[in-house]
Structure formats: structure tokens, C-alpha cells
């Protein structure tokens, strides 16, 4: 059956920092891969989606950046976190863009 | 504006009530998903309904896709306190699987 682990659990940044969250997805190939950010008692926000190695497509302008080095692994990145960025980061897979999304745990990232 | 309108926002209630929560838009989709999510974790998929009128039961719960598959809703039969949390809505669009911002339940001891 198919895993997806998203890492750390939380995580306390200081405002200007760098940032790395990373996932990665078990027991499939070739997943479409996604990041989301969700404000407190609100909905997503798509961030980032992948359809291959190296194929990233952003959805929202902001201080964030998104990788795929290999098939299903995903990483959110940050060179200078702001303090809007705090929120809970969610990966995501599906098979295809269309099909229902398979969520990890997520991230509570807070920014001081 | 979002593509699909959950309502309500919030609900409260007591232990054995039924309810009803729903899922608009004036968009038609090709299918629906719902969600469930705890706090502190990510949403888990309850269903996916594709035809319009299709109705699917999963235990106490029961989900309606609408005639002309722009609706949905969930029907939560004696809610149990185990069923609290983030109910979110989503359908393809496009290339991107469009959100609702969802109904925060909970069921009251």
C-alpha cells in the first residue's frame, strides 16, 4: 500500500532563516506531488505541484520554492523565512491530477 | 471567491443529533471528494462521487452528489464525538483540485 511521510512534525524558525520541509511517498511511481498551506480554520491553499523529476508549477507568487530530485521526494524550501509564512504545510500525491489527493501529517511551522 | 461554498462554517451539536452539511458551487464538476481532517493532522478521503444523483453510505454517513453535479452533501446520522473535525469538499478543475474551505464540527459528549 502506498505511505506518504511528511517531516518535521513542527518546527519553531526565526523570521529571516532558511527552511526545509521535505516528503516522500511510498509505494507507488511516478505521483503527481503537491504542497499546500493552510491558515488556521481555513481551507488550501495550493502552493506547488508536480507531475515529474524536475517539473515544478507554482500556483501563488511568495518567498517559497519547491524541488523534486527524485520521483517521490518533494521539498518546500525558503532562503529568508518571513512571518507570514507561519501556517501548517500539508504534501500531498495522487495518480493523476484529477484523482483524489492522499495527505501526510503535515507540518506546524511557526515563525518568531 | 471560492469555487465551492461550504456550509455552514461551523456547526456544534450534541451527541446523537443528525445533521447535514453542504457543498455549492455554480461550477459543474465531473466528480466530487470529501474529506475528514483532525486537528494536527492532514485531511483523509471518506468518498469520491462521480454520477449526478449518486448517493453512497459510508457507516452513519451518507453522501449525495447533486442531479446536475454542481452540489453536494453529507448527511451524519446519531453524530458520535469521534466525528468532530475539518470537513472539506474538493473537485478537479482544470489541471488543480479545487478546495472548499470546509465545516468545523463538533459533537458534544
Known amino acids: 500500500s502506498q505511505t506518504i511521510h511528511q517531516w518535521p512534525a513542527t518546527l519553531v524558525q526565526p523570521v529571516g532563516s532558511p527552511l526545509s520541509l521535505e516528503c516522500t511517498v511510498e509505494?507507488?511511481?511516478?505521483?503527481?506531488l503537491y504542497w499546500y498551506r493552510q491558515a488556521a480554520g481555513r481551507g488550501l491553499q495550493l502552493l506547488f505541484y508536480s507531475v515529474g523529476i524536475g517539473q515544478i508549477s507554482s500556483e501563488v507568487p511568495q518567498n517559497l520554492s519547491a524541488s523534486r530530485p527524485q520521483d517521490r521526494q518533494f521539498i518546500l524550501s525558503s532562503k529568508k523565512l518571513l512571518l507570514s509564512d507561519s501556517g501548517f504545510y500539508l504534501c500531498?500525491?495522487?495518480?493523476?491530477?484529477?484523482?483524489?489527493?492522499?495527505f501526510g501529517d503535515g507540518t506546524r511551522l511557526s515563525i518568531l | 471567491t471560492q469555487l465551492l461554498e461550504q456550509s455552514p462554517q461551523f456547526l456544534s451539536i450534541q451527541e446523537g443529533e443528525n445533521l447535514t452539511v453542504y457543498c455549492n458551487s455554480s461550477s459543474v464538476f465531473s466528480s466530487l471528494q470529501w474529506y475528514r481532517q483532525e486537528p494536527g493532522e492532514g485531511p483523509v478521503l471518506l468518498v469520491t462521487?462521480?454520477?449526478?444523483?449518486e448517493v453512497k453510505k459510508l457507516k452513519r454517513l451518507t453522501f449525495q452528489f447533486g442531479d446536475a453535479r454542481k452540489d453536494s452533501s453529507l448527511h451524519i446520522t446519531a453524530a458520535q464525538p469521534g466525528d468532530t473535525g475539518l470537513y472539506l469538499c474538493a473537485g478537479p478543475k482544470g489541471n488543480d483540485m479545487r478546495f472548499g474551505a470546509g465545516t468545523r464540527l463538533t459533537v458534544k459528549p
Open positions: 500531498a500525491w495522487s495518480h493523476s491530477l484529477r484523482q483524489p489527493q492522499h
Open positions: 509505494g507507488t511511481s511516478n505521483p503527481n
Open positions: 462521487v462521480v454520477t449526478g444523483g
